[in-house]
């Protein structure tokens, strides 16, 4: 949770950049989606550490109460939820490409919007589900929330990666015209889009996000 009340009002689905600067003057700068709903005062990111990152284990085991960070942002203006928008909304996120559904979604129940919500959700075991409490929460009949397990699966439940058969029996159908946001590592978001478009949905309603290696 960061004090950044230079930034101005964010929108839900928009990123901010972070930029660490080391006391040799070497710096290194991140993209983090922001999981905080639009217009909070206090903004939120959700930070996965990897083991040979330059920023994430600073963020994840050092960075204390009061610390500074410098911080850019908000940017982005297309991958978006607005309260304004009231048609369908399918959300499909693969790991921690939920980070950005999830700004949305906390700003949908926070105006109490009457847009139906759907989240598609990708990841790789039970213990990887990331705002698992908080979804688990939400669900019902204001957000349908559907869980798909690449690797294992809670008993009964089937294991694969989100394909064609998945996106036809899970998402709402493109007859409906739902605006759909796909966030997720490369792959995953076009393999999506492709079996969106498939389905019939239209290039301009698929908006799209991805992340991949820094390296």
């Known amino acids: 949770m960061l004090d950044a009340p230079d930034l101005g009002p964010t929108v839900a689905g928009q990123h901010i950049d972070i930029r660490l600067t080391a006391e040799d003057g070497y710096t290194a700068q991140r993209s983090y989606s922001l999981a905080s709903g639009t217009g909070a005062e206090r903004i939120e990111v959700t930070v996965e550490?990897?083991?040979?990152?330059?920023?994430?284990?600073?963020l994840v085991e050092d960075l204390g109460v009061g610390d500074p960070l410098e911080v850019r942002g908000p940017i982005g203006g297309w991958f978006v939820w607005r309260r304004e928008q009231t048609e369908p909304v399918q959300l499909?996120?693969?790991?921690?490409?939920?980070?950005?559904?999830?700004?949305?979604?906390?700003?949908h129940e926070a105006t109490a919007s009457a847009a139906p919500f759907r989240l598609l959700y990708g990841v790789q075991d039970p213990t990887r589900i990331y705002y698992r409490d908080e979804l688990?929460?939400?669900?019902?009949?204001?957000?349908?929330?559907?869980?798909?397990?690449?690797?294992?699966?809670?008993?009964?439940?089937?294991?694969?990666?989100?394909g064609?058969?998945?996106?036809?029996?899970?998402?709402?159908?493109s007859a409906?015209?739902?605006?759909?946001?796909?966030?997720?590592?490369?792959?995953?978001?076009?393999?999506?889009?492709?079996?969106?478009?498939?389905?019939?949905?239209?290039?301009?309603?698929?908006?799209?996000?991805?992340?991949?290696?820094?390296?």
Do not use: N
């Not at 499909?92 to 700003?107: F, N, W, Y």
């Not at 064609?164 to 159908?173: D, H, N, Q, V």
């Not at 739902?178 to 698929?206: K, M, N, Q, S, W």
């Open 49 to 58: 550490r990897f083991e040979d990152g330059e920023v994430s284990p600073y």
């Open 164 to 173: 064609a058969a998945e996106l036809a029996s899970t998402t709402i159908p």
């Open 136 to 162: 688990a929460r939400l669900a019902g009949p204001a957000l349908a929330v559907d869980l798909r397990y690449s690797r294992r699966a809670p008993a009964g439940l089937p294991v694969g990666r989100i």
């Open 92 to 107: 499909i996120g693969g790991g921690s490409g939920i980070v950005p559904l999830m700004a949305m979604i906390r700003t």
């Open 176 to 215: 409906e015209a739902p605006t759909v946001y796909v966030c997720g590592p490369t792959g995953f978001v076009e393999a999506v889009a492709d079996g969106l478009l498939a389905l019939g949905h239209a290039p301009e309603r698929i908006r799209t996000e991805r992340f991949g290696p820094t390296g």
